[in-house]
């Protein structure tokens, strides 16, 4: 796909120079299938992978949406903790006295966390979202100053707080049953991501989800109680991509971002209309993020936490 872009609604001179060779985007992909907490499919497809996940793979969607977008990509896909610190830590040695044109940098990363946000590996060790923001600091990666450094990451929430886990089960069981909800109320928070101290030209995005906590109060001890159909891209995610590959060279990227919430925050108000078309964020007539609402996607709790700390405007221009 060939994104058409209208130059004339770019102002070049409150913008970053996004205009090719862009740099490096690192996909970290661990599966959310991939957890000690979820059994292995008995029936593999050829090579050892699931039939679904070969014709539904979320990594491969995202590492083409990358590409299109102009970024080189370097996919690691279900690591342990220690490799991303690793390939995270490599990544800013290479841009360190880097002398070419590379003008930004993009890591985008899927995986299991706790509460906090906070990204966990397949052993539930704990790699903070602030050890990759320090990584490509001022004084440790300054051939990125001036330049953004974007981190978008989409967290399968897999473990919580016990006793925070009970009263938010509590207080989500009373919304549900309230009918008092209107599309202008603020989304509920759900979850208490780690604050971040986000420095100058970065932007740090965390789409934060949990299956299928019960509706009737009825407290899970900080367990999850279902875990994602193998091979299926929850609905939130499907949005994300759409917007991202319809838009990113026309809608400055934070405006995107906030639109996306938005229209997570209208799924959830609105009465359920299983096997109906509902659009996510503005302009619904052209389709800005369309989606087809299944049945069962509000027995998901969804948000985004967005850390801004750009100067100036946004835009991802496509590399074609």
């Known amino acids: 796909m060939i994104l058409q872009i209208d130059s004339s609604t770019i102002q070049q001179d409150e913008t970053y ?27 593999p497809g050829k090579r050892g992978v699931p039939e679904a996940n070969r014709k539904n793979d979320f990594g ?27 390939n995270v ?14 003008n930004s940098l993009l890591l985008v990363a899927v995986a299991n966390s706790n509460e906090r946000g906070q990204i966990l590996d397949a052993d539930d060790r704990v790699v903070p979202v602030s050890e990759f923001l320090n990584h490509f600091s001022s004084s440790r990666c300054p051939a990125l100053n001036g330049k953004p450094k974007i981190f978008l990451l989409l967290l399968r929430v897999t473990t919580r707080n016990p006793i925070l886990s009970m ?25 208490e991501p780690e604050p971040l101290n986000v420095g100058d030209d970065f932007l740090v995005t965390r789409i ?43 809608t400055e990227l934070t405006d995107i971002l906030a639109n996306l919430k938005r229209g997570y925050r209208e799924h959830f108000a609105s009465p359920r209309s299983d096997g109906t078309t509902r659009s996510l964020g503005k302009n619904s007539e052209s389709s800005y993020t369309s989606v087809l609402l299944r049945g069962g996607q509000r027995d998901q709790h969804v948000n985004i936490f967005t850390d801004n700390g750009l100067r100036k405007k946004l835009f991802i221009m496509p590399g074609l």
């Open 167 to 191: 009263v938010d089960e509590i207080k989500e069981s009373a919304l549900r049953k309230s009918t008092r909800l209107s599309t202008k109320s603020d989304m509920p928070v759900y979850f």
């Open 60 to 86: 491969r969607t995202l590492e083409s949406l990358l590409i299109q977008l102009g970024f080189y990509v370097i996919k690691r896909s279900n690591v342990s903790a220690n490799t991303m610190r690793k």
């Open 89 to 102: 830590s490599g990544l800013s040695d290479q841009y360190h006295g880097y002398s070419g044109s590379h």
């Open 208 to 250: 934060m989800y949990e299956d299928d906590l019960p509706l009737d109060g009825g407290p899970t001890f900080g367990g999850v109680s279902s875990t994602p159909v193998e091979g299926e891209v929850p609905w939130f995610a499907q949005a994300f991509v759409k917007a991202l590959a319809d838009q990113a060279g026309t």
């Open 17 to 43: 120079d996004m205009t090719q060779p862009k740099g490096v985007a690192l996909l970290i992909y661990n599966s959310w299938q991939n957890s000690p907490r979820v059994s292995k499919p008995s029936n």
